[in-house]
């Protein structure tokens, strides 16, 4: 997924050789209703909920911006809409460096950098850590997750660094997915936020689903929903004592739903300082400042502490990430507010 505003650029000449843009005109008559119905109503060979994500993902534009609401009334005039080419049935090798935390023959431990994508996905089709991981343990990565996933037992948001730990044979694939299905994993992330909370340390509880506001987003919801919990911890304040401006917290995962402490953190009114999709409202000045010197470009969260037991030789393993470069340049800037 796209995380700016700005409609996807390319070279207009080979998208229509490749079949990749199209372009829809939209006269006075048709401009009415929603304007995902308008625009399949011209492409038949797409469905309303591909053109639904095609619009989540930046990829419908009218005068040069980004059109993402389905629902809203559309306008006459052209509209661009850029079709990525489709997935490789699998994954290929790529030989990207990574960190190794530990590994023996059925399981390895990595730490994923900030901006890797977990798995293939629109957007992210190469440059991932399966693709890393294909070229690291060859044949002997396990396929029981699906070919477009291979050895992918859970997963980091794109912008969210930290400690994985990914399969090499399905024994250690079905041991590690119960792990995670029992909720029998340690897993501790280090957050910065905008502001802090009012308490020292908490649980949030609450169920979270589909944004109906928003669908690109997760929320804490009344209806529907998996149930997701999220301790915190709070490490550190910055700034006035009286009205901190950030802080950083220990948030320990009981559940492990998409975005959850992204989500519980926004429900608390306290995102992460960084977040592209939850967080809503600026940062004061001298924390913007920080964020800026730092290099900050995604959501200040980092995957800390990963502890499992070992499914296969029952071996008790628990990993450590410090914190990288930006998020620890960041905390140093911050401690001078």
Known sequence: MRETDDPIEADDDALVEAGGLRRVTLAEGEASGRLDKALTAKLPELSRARLQALMAEGRVSSAGMALRDPAVRPAAGLYEILIPPPLAAEPLAEPIPLEVLYEDQHLIVVVKPAGMAAHPAPGSETGTLVNALLAHCGASL??????????????????????????????????????????DIERVYTAFTRGAPKEAAASVRGRIGRSPYDRRKMAVVSRGGREAVTHYRLERRFGPETHPLAARLACRLETGRTHQIRAHLAHLGIPCLGDPLYGSGGPAAPVREAMRAAGLERQALHAAVLGFTHPITGEALRFEAPLPADLADLERRLQLL
Not at 158 to 167: E, F, H, Q, R, Y
Not at 169 to 183: C, I, K, P, Q, S
């Open 142 to 183: 396990s396929g029981i997750g699906g070919v477009a996933r291979p050895g992918i037992v859970h997963r980091l948001d794109k912008g969210t660094s930290g400690v994985m730990v990914a399969a090499k044979t399905d024994a250690a694939h079905r041991g590690l997915a119960a792990l995670f299905a029992a909720h």
